[in-house]
């Protein structure tokens, strides 16, 4: 059997390939060990992983969900497998996107921009749409802890210098809210819509939240995913020089 430390990177590993719950994606690569070890020697007996709870157990292994299970957990309180069980014994099922987000905001409290991932995360793992696809186009969203304060995770949106040093020439429209720590721009090409979010965590750092929204198809948001994940990286370098080796 591997080492704890190993053990849990590959758990970690295989979380981000599979979009897995941590408890599920520990428990296939456990099942996996055991059945090398019993090929090996069958007559050693190996104690059975506790089974999960209902509220644990991920109800559709291969689902894309919009961000990690830890940033759900931080923003929400519960991985998406448990907001999965709560609402389907709401019966969201046949309910519209908009009434989903509502009863997550009315009986639970979710944040708006929360509400709507785990809308989505629901709606995708229960068959009612595809991956990224939203009522008003096509939609990604991807996050990015740094060593910041959220007032300068922010400002590097909004401040124009301070963006073209990660970012480049891109030209941003910034659009008007009252949002706490919301920034929203209209994105030139594809023509769509980009909202940020940034949320303080207890240790000091920001989550800096990326919804980008109102893409034209679904390759346009395979592409948007993949390149903030690289603009994020080289603004994580920005924000951290001390860090930098």
Do not use: C
């Given at each position: 059997?591997?080492?704890?430390?190993?053990?849990?990177?590959?758990v970690r590993a295989r979380m981000t390939k599979t979009g897995e719950a941590y408890t599920t994606a520990r428990q296939q690569l456990l099942r996996k060990a055991e059945s090398r070890?019993?090929?090996?020697?069958?007559?050693?007996?190996?104690?059975?992983?506790?089974?999960?709870?209902?509220?644990?157990?991920?109800?559709?292994?291969?689902?894309?969900?919009?961000?990690?299970?830890?940033?759900?957990?931080?923003?929400?309180?519960?991985?998406?497998?448990?907001?999965?069980?709560?609402?389907?014994?709401?019966?969201?099922?046949a309910r519209r996107h908009s009434e989903i987000a509502a009863w997550l905001a009315e009986e639970h409290?979710?944040?708006?921009?929360?509400?709507?991932?785990?809308?989505?995360?629901?709606?995708?793992?229960?068959?009612?749409?595809?991956?990224?696809?939203?009522?008003?186009?096509?939609?990604?969203?991807?996050?990015?802890?740094?060593?910041?304060?959220?007032?300068?995770?922010?400002?590097?949106?909004?401040?124009?210098?301070?963006?073209?040093?990660?970012?480049?020439?891109?030209?941003?429209?910034?659009?008007?809210?009252?949002?706490?720590?919301?920034?929203?721009?209209?994105?030139?090409?594809?023509?769509?819509?980009?909202?940020?979010?940034?949320?303080?965590?207890?240790?000091?750092?920001?989550?800096?939240?990326?919804?980008?929204?109102?893409?034209?198809?679904?390759?346009?948001?395979?592409?948007?995913?993949?390149?903030?994940?690289?603009?994020?990286?080289?603004?994580?370098?920005?924000?951290?020089?001390?860090?930098?080796?």
């Amino acid at each position: 059997m591997p080492t704890q430390k190993t053990f849990k990177s590959r758990v970690r590993a295989r979380m981000t390939k599979t979009g897995e719950a941590y408890t599920t994606a520990r428990q296939q690569l456990l099942r996996k060990a055991e059945s090398r070890a019993a090929a090996v020697a069958p007559e050693v007996p190996i104690a059975p992983e506790s089974p999960a709870t209902p509220e644990a157990a991920d109800p559709e292994p291969t689902v894309e969900f919009p961000t990690s299970e830890e940033a759900v957990v931080g923003a929400t309180g519960r991985t998406y497998p448990a907001w999965f069980a709560l609402l389907d014994r709401w019966g969201a099922t046949a309910r519209r996107h908009s009434e989903i987000a509502a009863w997550l905001a009315e009986e639970h409290g979710v944040a708006p921009w929360w509400r709507q991932s785990v809308t989505v995360a629901y709606e995708r793992a229960r068959g009612m749409r595809a991956v990224h696809q939203m009522t008003d186009g096509f939609s990604v969203a991807v996050t990015r802890t740094v060593a910041a304060d959220p007032d300068a995770a922010l400002l590097a949106f909004t401040d124009p210098a301070i963006r073209r040093s990660w970012l480049g020439d891109v030209p941003l429209e910034q659009r008007r809210t009252t949002a706490a720590r919301v920034a929203r721009f209209d994105w030139p090409e594809p023509p769509s819509r980009l909202v940020v979010q940034v949320l303080p965590k207890a240790d000091g750092r920001s989550t800096i939240a990326i919804a980008h929204e109102r893409l034209p198809d679904g390759n346009a948001a395979a592409h948007e995913k993949a390149a903030w994940r690289d603009r994020l990286a080289a603004l994580k370098a920005i924000l951290e020089p001390d860090r930098r080796r």
